[in-house]
């Protein structure tokens, strides 16, 4: 069964650097995802991704966080200056040809990122 | 207001149980509903989608009430391998968003 895949499985980082997580989506989905778990909170959403560019972003998505698809396999999530309070598990997604609505969105096993 | 509200349990429930789950949202215009499951510091995978009809997938009901805004999840036969955290998902206000429950614990005792 195709699967969505992410690395690094763990990430760590001091406080103020940059980070990039990376995911590789399901081949023939055309929607993507980046969801951010805090440990012991629930999945909340950060961006939706189509046709090379944002359809979606929630509050947390702010100036310090960009995506990407530099290439037609990768789709990559970018923290500039990194807080402590970004520590948290993220999961890419991936859907079909309908986005979320009938279509069911597909996760990645995560990147845990620590920041110090 | 929460855009999904689920009990957080935990249900420990002996094997062989009938459990059932239950979740609302807030957003009347959401147009898509799932159940995932997610174990111990794992990603959220897909358990079902839930349709206005109701549908069965093996041991497991999904009931959506729209006009209540209510979403059920029931579980029959429990096994071992169902303990898990179950997930309530509803689409947000744009198409391409998910709202998530915080889940509910379910632990199934041999």
């Known amino acids: 069964e195709p699967e969505v895949t992410q690395t690094p499985s763990h990430q760590v980082t001091q406080m103020g650097q940059e980070v990039i997580l990376r995911c590789v989506p399901i081949s023939n989905h055309l929607y993507f995802y980046w969801y951010r778990q805090i440990l012991g909170q629930k999945v909340e959403f950060l961006v939706s991704f189509y046709n090379n560019e944002i359809s979606e972003k929630s509050e947390i998505f702010d100036d310090q966080f960009s995506v990407e698809r530099p290439d037609g396999s990768n789709f990559t999530l970018k923290i500039r200056s990194t807080k402590l309070e970004d520590s948290a598990m993220y999961f890419c997604?991936?859907?079909?040809?309908?986005?979320?609505?009938?279509?069911?969105?597909?996760f990645g096993d995560g990147t845990r990122l620590s920041i110090l | 207001r929460k855009e999904v509200e689920q009990d957080p349990g935990p249900f420990n429930v002996p094997e062989g149980a009938t459990v059932a789950f239950n979740c609302t949202y807030s957003?009347?215009?959401?147009?898509?509903f799932f159940w995932y499951r997610q174990d111990c510091r794992k990603e959220p995978k897909l358990l079902m989608s839930v349709y206005s009809s109701g549908n069965e997938d093996g041991r497991f009901t999904a009931q959506l009430n729209r006009a209540s805004q209510y979403i059920s999840l029931l579980i029959r036969d429990s096994k071992l391998s169902d303990s898990a955290t179950y997930l309530c998902v509803v689409n947000g206000n744009g198409a391409n968003n998910l709202f998530f429950g915080t889940g509910t614990r379910l632990t199934v005792i041999p």
């Open positions: 957003n009347s215009a959401s147009q898509s």
């Open positions: 997604a991936s859907s079909g040809d309908r986005g979320a609505l009938r279509q069911p969105q597909h």
